[in-house]
């Protein structure tokens, strides 16, 4: 069961040749940041411009680096959303016309179910189910959440942010602190020599209680926007801080803690051995090492999905497909784009 993904939700075009559900064969991403970088942040009309100039070039590459000819190929499967409209549009019009030429079945992939699968992509973990629930939590520059995976096809929703998103916080921050963009890994690099206890910055909401949505208990939501605003003061009253590594390390410290306290929280009171987590955010190496000192202290097992697929890319969309494909389940029909679709 070989699957052709393709990613186009933000500002990478990706394309991915998956076996199994679960071999990567091939894994190439186009990445725009240098495009966005002037702006400090991504602008959707260059995004949607330069998925039209990669697209094909991209997929071509995965075709190729995976050795794989159309022949090969029983699925297509492409990200229908959340993300960026233009962009989206981009990735599933390529997906439709390769499709209908190689007279292949296109499916359409959820873009957080695909991160919430990703740390399947290293092969020695094991397939989560009924009785091997996992909690995943989801942290990305769009979107944060917790989700109990019972399988493949049963991921559930535990809590989720009720303002910014971890990378977004990360980003914010990052140019207030002068640090450029993507936030994430420019604060991770001047942190690297700072003390991340000498400033202190608030942790996200405290306490029990029923979230301001109403929708999920309060002790399974996040909160980032006040650690922002306490930065933007902070920033205010010592300007001599920009650029700092204490000040980044402190930084990036609160929204690490606020990540490991939920996903503490949720992986005992759902009673699980396995926790996972995924997005881009992941990619940092102190955060890393939180998890996994909270995965020794509670006694589970954590499984940190590998460095190259915590960011965007098409292998966590093709694998997904995959999986799906072997378990039976029908291909989901490709119509338009979801722009806000949440997980499903
Ligand atoms: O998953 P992703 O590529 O895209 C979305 O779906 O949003 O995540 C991008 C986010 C950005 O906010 C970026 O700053 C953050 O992930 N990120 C990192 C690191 N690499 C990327 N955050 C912390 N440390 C990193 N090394
Ligand atoms: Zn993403």
Redesign the pocket.
């Known amino acids: 069961m070989i699957v052709l993904g393709i990613e186009t ?2 500002d ?1 075009t990706a394309a991915s040749v998956v076996e199994s559900g679960r071999r990567v064969c091939s894994h190439v991403v186009w990445s725009q940041i240098a495009e966005h970088q002037p702006f400090g942040g991504v602008v959707p009309e260059i995004a949607s411009r330069a998925h039209v100039e990669a697209v094909y070039p991209v997929i071509r590459e995965a075709m190729d680096q995976a050795q794989a000819k159309w022949a090969d190929v029983s699925l297509m499967a492409v990200t229908a959303g959340p ?1 960026l409209a233009s962009s989206l549009l981009i990735g599933l019009t390529a997906a439709r016309a390769l499709a209908w030429r190689a007279q292949l079945p296109l499916t359409a992939v959820n ?1 957080l179910a695909g ?1 919430v699968y990703s740390f399947l992509l290293d092969t020695t973990v094991p397939d989560p189910g009924p009785e091997t629930p996992v909690v995943v939590l989801l ?5 944060t959440l917790l989700a109990r995976m019972d399988g493949v096809d049963a991921m559930t929703v535990l809590g989720q942010t009720l303002d910014d ?4 916080a ?2 914010k921050g ?1 140019t207030l602190m002068g640090l450029g963009y ?7 690099a001047v942190a690297r020599e700072g003390d991340p206890a000498r400033f202190s910055f608030p942790r996200g909401l405290q306490g029990a209680g029923r979230a301001t949505n109403g929708m999920y208990p309060r002790e399974r939501c996040f909160s980032f926007s006040g650690l922002k605003t306490s930065l933007r003061y902070l920033l205010r009253d010592e300007p001599a801080l920009m650029g700092n590594a204490d000040l980044a390390a402190s930084y ?1 410290e609160a929204v690490f803690d606020a990540l490991v306290d939920r996903l503490e929280r949720a992986s005992i009171e759902e009673h699980v051995r396995h926790f996972a987590c995924v ?3 992941a ?3 102190r ?1 890393r090492a939180k998890l996994d000192e909270m995965a020794a202290r509670v006694g589970v097992t954590g499984y940190l999905a590998p460095p190259a697929y ?3 890319n098409a292998a966590m969309i093709a694998g997904l497909a995959g999986a799906r494909a072997l378990l039976g389940l029908p291909v989901l029909p490709v119509g338009d784009v979801q722009p806000n679709a949440p997980l499903m």
Request: with cysteine.
């Open positions: 939700s933000c990478e993300g873009h991160h942290a990305t520059g769009g979107h998103a971890a990378g977004e990360l980003d990052a993507p936030g994430g890994p420019a604060i991770e990036q997005g881009g955010v990619r940092n190496l955060f915590c960011t965007d």
